[in-house]
Nanobody
Framework: QVQLVESGGGLVQAGGSMRLSCTASGIGNPAMAWYRQAPGKQREFVARISVTGVTSVQNDLRGRFTVARDYDKNTVYLQIRNLQQEDTAVYYC?????????WGQGTQVTVSS
């Protein structure tokens, strides 16, 4: 059974940094990605990391978002710098492309002014 558990979110001031974690079980180490859903908007792709560690970040987020993984811990990380209010969203991890029935609860990131 696939289980994805996101953590590390919270309330942060604009300009701050945050690191999100996603621990996966029952899935091995496939290509993984982070997605987010802001209030009133559809879920969107944020960043991904391949089986071999090659990363790709959504164009508009490059320079502030970094994705990494720890194969031994089956964990994927999302480092966010210089957080902006528009980054407020629930952040999810999933495979890339995403498995429909494997979405976790996500972790809420709220950026205050």
């Amino acid at each position: 059974q696939v289980q994805l558990v996101e953590s590390g979110g919270g309330l942060v001031q604009a300009g701050g940094s945050m690191r999100l974690s996603c621990t996966a079980s029952g899935i091995g180490n496939p290509a993984m990605a982070w997605y987010r859903q802001a209030p009133g908007k559809q879920r969107e792709f944020v960043a991904r990391i391949s089986v071999t560690g090659v990363t790709s970040v959504q164009n508009d987020l490059r320079g502030r978002f970094t994705v990494a993984r720890d194969y031994d811990k089956n964990t994927v990380y999302l480092q966010i710098r210089n957080l902006q209010q528009e980054d407020t969203a629930v952040y999810y991890c999933n495979t890339y492309p995403p498995r429909t029935n494997s979405w976790g609860q996500g972790t809420q990131v709220t950026v205050s002014s």
